[in-house]
């Protein structure tokens, strides 16, 4: 990262908890981002343990929320990034899942206009929800959605939107503040990427052809399984008619 420009930076950020992924994932979420992001940043891991991961991330504690059991290591965890504060952060920021792939630029990122930018779910797209694997808001600008999550408990919400990204895309709709990223510009491995998609019995044209990248596209998500390091080595743990050849290509982008 240049500090050498007038520009103030911009924030990147993620979250890792728990054990699902080790520091190799926020060093290489990094790195990808030093690579595709041409303008000033800070990135920042908001982490209950900060072993193995390397000098270019600014590590913080996991910001508070309360969460009821069994919910407290689930997306819905996501929500403590709408705090008033977070550390000495202000300004735009881009939230990235860890097990992001970033093939493409991200400065368009932070160009788009809007109060809140997220991916218009692809698996719904004729409803009003987001996928919270890419989005970007302003800091302190929606502590009254972690006002209204704790408002009730926990299960209450499970119930009625089931998943903190409709949640989240519910309110801000209701608010006139939520706005979708270009389309291309993220894409998913499975609806995109793979030949036969994910739903039998198309599925099983994955066996025979492989995985390609959308042109153009700049962060391929991996929701669900598989992992990137599934993916790159042509696993898909689960039913027997989940296979796919290896995505060589991830290893393009997905390193140090």
């Keep these: ?132 694997s890419v989005f970007r808001f302003e800091i302190g600008a929606h502590s009254d959605l972690l006002d209204l999550f704790h408002s009730q408990p926990t299960q209450h919400w499970v119930d009625v939107y089931r998943i903190e990204q409709t949640f989240l895309s519910q309110q801000l709709h209701r608010q006139g503040r939520l706005s979708y990223w270009t389309e291309g510009w993220c894409v998913s491995f499975k609806v995109h990427c793979l030949p036969g998609g994910w739903k039998f019995p198309r599925i099983l044209l994955n066996w025979f052809m492989p995985a390609r990248l959308p042109d153009g596209a700049s962060v391929c998500v991996f929701h669900g399984r598989p992992n990137p390091d599934d993916a790159l080595a042509g696993k898909w743990p689960g039913k027997w008619y989940k296979r796919l050849l290896p995505a060589r290509w991830i290893a393009d982008y997905w390193h140090e």
């Excluded at 209950?48 to 000098?55: E, K």
């Design 1 to 132: 990262m240049s500090m050498s420009s007038a520009e103030a930076p911009v924030n990147v950020v993620c979250m890792k908890w728990g054990t699902l992924y080790g520091p190799e994932y926020a060093n290489r979420l990094y790195a990808m981002v030093a690579r595709n992001l041409s303008r000033p940043f800070r990135f920042v891991c908001f982490t209950d343990d900060t072993a193995g991961l390397c000098s270019g991330i600014e590590t913080m504690e996991l910001p508070p929320i309360r969460i009821d059991p069994p919910y407290q290591n689930t997306p819905w965890k996501k929500l403590a990034l709408y705090n008033p504060t977070l550390g000495n952060l202000s300004g735009p920021t881009l939230f990235l899942d860890l097990d992001v792939v970033i093939t493409g630029p991200l400065d368009r990122f932070f160009d788009q206009p809007g109060d809140y930018c997220v991916i218009h779910n692809w698996t719904q797209p004729k409803q009003i929800n987001g996928n919270t």
